[in-house]
């Protein structure tokens, strides 16, 4: 059983940054590719990004590239995204997931959602 928090979410200005924290319970979470995915009301769910286990692979939405990175310490237990040069497109809520396998569509654990909002 893997619990999901993220964090870090808020309102920022077009063009500005903001860090998102995914932070897990259990030492399982070494052993979970993690996600990132957003939703906005009215809209489908929206893949972001991903992450292997140890971190050495990572993969993202076409959409979202050069301006979002995705990262993970386990010693923290805890995955980042870190999103720069944001647009008001970009405002949703934003979930983090864990899968057992790297690169499914099949999530096991998913976290509340943080939400974040882009002002233009």
């Known amino acids: 059983q893997v619990q999901l928090v993220e964090s870090g979410g808020g309102l920022v200005q077009a063009g500005g940054s903001l860090r998102l924290s995914c932070a897990a319970s259990g030492r399982a979470f070494r052993s979970y590719a993690v996600g990132w995915f957003r939703q906005d009301p009215g809209k489908e769910r929206e893949f972001v990004a991903a992450i292997s286990l140890t971190g050495g692979s990572t993969y993202y939405a076409d959409s979202l590239k050069g301006r979002f990175t995705i990262s993970r310490d386990n010693s923290k237990n805890t995955v980042y995204l870190q999103m720069n040069s944001l647009k008001p497109e970009d405002t949703a809520v934003y979930y983090c997931?864990?899968?057992?396998?790297?690169?499914?569509?099949?999530?096991?654990?998913w976290g509340q959602g943080t939400q974040v909002t882009v002002s233009s």
């Open positions: 997931a864990a899968a057992a396998v790297f690169g499914t569509a099949k999530y096991d654990y």
